[in-house]
């Protein structure tokens, strides 16, 4: 029968919200009924199973993008050490604790090299950061953007008696504290030195604030004194001890030193001052002073306080100004203060790398500046005769450090001559010119710099890449080992793998720490070799217990069972059938094995600062575990070196899953 016939009615369906017709009055034939049927070609061609696990691969979008990632970081951490010309290996004292800088205008402080400072203590008299004593400045004025312009101030009142609030507060009282202990100790406040005429007539005027003296410096006994030698406690007591203040006044000061010391004649050095005895409990006592003056006759001889808390004495006939100093029994006996002065902090935008590479001052020798003729900065020899003779040539004002001669010095010890020349210095100049940094300009550094003035760009990559040699070293070892004997023990079962798991659970019940140190103390040091031996001791025994599972899942399988029936050898059936189908779950472990010898690294760094040691190199470990010393002050470095730590162990992981699937046999074929 060729064919069917039906005779029906035609038949509407409805399908969504069209109208189909089906039409059964016409015959359903068949096919093919004349045709011969085979088998075809195929049209896809042979593959092999590490190019189907790559295309598998290949289909997992998030590993490959994990891959790109890694790839890039590994190839960064080759590449940077090379490539980035700064050096890491001595000190670069002009660019210490730069923030990223990434733009080279100002953007906010979004990585163009500046930031937001408040509380700066600012220099009255130039409106700018102030220095401290030694002339040393925490914030360069030439750092501050839009100069004076730039600052918000706010002044206000400051009570303690900081170096910052001594030199710059202004008003306020000058206090003088004693020594608090279990004895009663004096102390001593005094003036700058001058010539006291013992023939002439004095007076001796003290004003003392009286609210602060009774509420702050719990009613402190005070004395005036005209000291003749103040640190040695040698004075004439002007007056007895008091609890009364406000002012007090001695007018015959004279008389009364002569009537204490009849010897007296002619000018003596001397120096005015007050006395505020220690309390009998052993308690600190403080006396807030407003104003001290002594008169010769009419004429002011020396008078204090003024607006800046500076004393004004006349010795042979010049003025001088001199803070007034203290003086007290036992170690540090006395204190001095200034108490609700006013002192001006101001809020700024700071550029560091402007002030990084400020000019300063500096000094060169005779050979540098025969230096500098000879690599052409100078248009003719040095003069030291003249500084004016220095002139700097084109190639001079692009590359050479000093700038301009401020003044000349020359000293002559018998047959032996010393020149140096102070001059205005380019500091970064000078620095490229010592050999310090690779480039004679300012540079940028993307993530910065640390303590030391290192590019910390090129500090992580070249840690990185010490612990990437580390990580791949002990995976490569840890692996061979690991699947080895893995595959030995869960093939050959019976007494071999009893035997040789017992060994492995004596190796793995010992604690890696515990191991690692007994490494180092065996072998006196602890260097790269050492640290790789540790991580290997144990680090296979994982990869081994992986290994044993999968053969005990794969090697009773029919197609193991077929080979060996056909003859085929043990070593092949186990490298060449076994292992390739557990090959998947090895993989991943052993991608995972690398960032986990970093971390292992890390810790150890954490846990045991300058425990490790790299022949002079550093690592990632050690890296971050100097960065989070400073994650209050300088964030920028912990955050940058995590910020890679976190990228190579998400995309290792990532790339791990990615090979699992990918190589895992049962998928053969099939897409992701």
């Not at 960064?76 to 490539?83: C, E, H, K, R, T």
């Not at 990585?111 to 040393?136: E, H, M, R, W, Y």
């Not at 008696?161 to 004096?186: A, F, H, N, Q």
């Not at 300088?634 to 998400?650: G, Q, R």
Request: charged share 20%; net charge negative.
């Amino acid at each position: 029968m060729s064919s069917i016939k039906k005779n029906a009615v035609e038949e509407t369906v409805e399908v969504s919200e069209n109208k189909v017709k089906f039409d059964e009055s016409k015959d359903f034939e068949f096919v093919q009924l004349d045709s011969s049927i085979h088998d075809q070609k195929f049209k896809t061609k042979p593959t092999t199973f590490i190019k189907d696990a790559l295309k598998r691969f290949v289909k997992n979008k998030s590993s490959v993008v994990a891959a790109s990632i890694l790839g890039a970081l590994i190839l960064m951490a080759i590449f940077v050490p090379l490539i980035d010309r700064n050096d890491i290996d001595h000190n670069n004292d002009i660019a210490v604790y730069l923030p990223p800088k990434w733009f080279n205008k100002h953007n906010g402080g979004f990585f163009d090299g500046t930031g937001k400072v408040s509380n700066v203590t600012i220099d009255p008299d130039t409106g700018l950061p102030a220095a401290d004593d030694n002339g040393n400045y925490t914030y360069m004025p030439s750092g501050v953007v839009g100069g004076r312009d730039g600052i918000t101030l706010s002044p206000g009142y400051a009570d303690n008696p900081s170096p910052v609030v001594m030199t710059r507060g202004e008003g306020g009282c000058l206090s003088i504290s004693s020594k608090e202990g279990d004895e009663v100790y004096d102390a001593y406040l005094y003036s700058a030195e001058f010539k006291y005429d013992t023939d002439a007539n004095y007076s001796l005027s003290v004003s003392l604030n009286k609210e602060y003296c009774e509420e702050v410096g719990n009613f402190p006994s005070v004395s005036l004194a005209l000291f003749t030698k103040p640190k040695k406690q040698e004075y004439y007591k002007l007056t007895e001890s008091s609890n009364t203040y406000g002012t007090i006044t001695v007018d015959n000061v004279t008389s009364i030193i002569k009537a204490l010391d009849t010897s007296l004649s002619g000018e003596i050095n001397a120096y005015v001052g007050v006395i505020v005895e220690g309390n009998e409990m052993g308690m600190k006592t403080t006396a807030y002073v407003e104003s001290i003056e002594l008169k010769k006759g009419t004429e002011v001889v020396a008078t204090g306080i003024d607006e800046k808390n500076n004393v004004v004495s006349f010795t042979s006939g010049v003025a001088s100004y001199e803070s007034y100093k203290i003086a007290g029994q036992g170690e540090n006996g006395a204190e001095k203060g200034l108490y609700h002065a006013i002192v001006t902090t101001g809020s700024f935008t700071y550029d560091y790398y402007a002030a990084a590479y400020c000019d300063d001052v500096g000094s060169f020798t005779k050979t540098d500046m025969d230096n500098f003729y000879d690599y052409g900065y100078l248009t003719q020899p040095f003069d030291w005769d003249n500084k004016n003779s220095f002139q700097l040539t084109p190639l001079g004002e692009k590359m050479c450090p000093a700038r301009s001669v401020i003044d000349i010095d020359a000293n002559v010890w018998g047959d032996t001559e010393s020149w140096s020349a102070t001059c205005v210095r380019s500091r970064y100049r000078f620095f490229y010119y010592k050999g310090y940094i690779s480039q004679c300009k300012p540079m940028n550094f993307f993530f910065g710099t640390d303590s030391q003035g290192h590019d910390f760009f090129k500090v992580v990559f070249a840690g990185l890449l010490t612990s990437l040699e580390l990580g791949f070293l002990a995976s490569i070892i840890n692996i061979t080992i690991g699947v080895v004997w893995g595959a030995i023990s869960g093939y050959f079962g019976g007494w071999v793998d009893m035997l040789m798991e017992r060994l492995t659970e004596i190796l793995g019940g010992m604690p890696w720490i515990v191991l690692m140190t007994l490494i180092v103390l065996m072998f006196g040091e602890s260097n790269f070799w050492i640290f790789l031996l540790a991580l290997c001791l144990t680090g296979w025994i994982g990869t081994s217990v992986t290994t044993r599972s999968q053969f005990y899942r794969y090697k009773g399988r029919e197609y193991v069972l077929a080979s060996r029936t056909l003859g085929a050898s043990d070593w092949r059936l186990i490298f060449q059938h076994i292992l390739p189908n557990g090959i998947g779950t090895i993989v991943t472990g052993a991608v995972l094995m690398i960032p986990g010898v970093i971390f292992s690294e890390a810790s150890i760094s954490y846990l045991l600062p300058g425990a490790l040691s790299f022949q002079g190199a550093t690592s990632f470990g050690l890296t971050l575990s100097t960065a989070q010393g400073y994650i209050q002050q300088y964030p920028y470095m912990i955050i940058s070196a995590s910020i890679v730590m976190s990228l190579i162990m998400i995309c290792f992981n990532l790339f791990g899953n990615g090979l699992r699937d990918a190589f895992n046999p049962t998928t053969k074929g099939a897409s992701i």
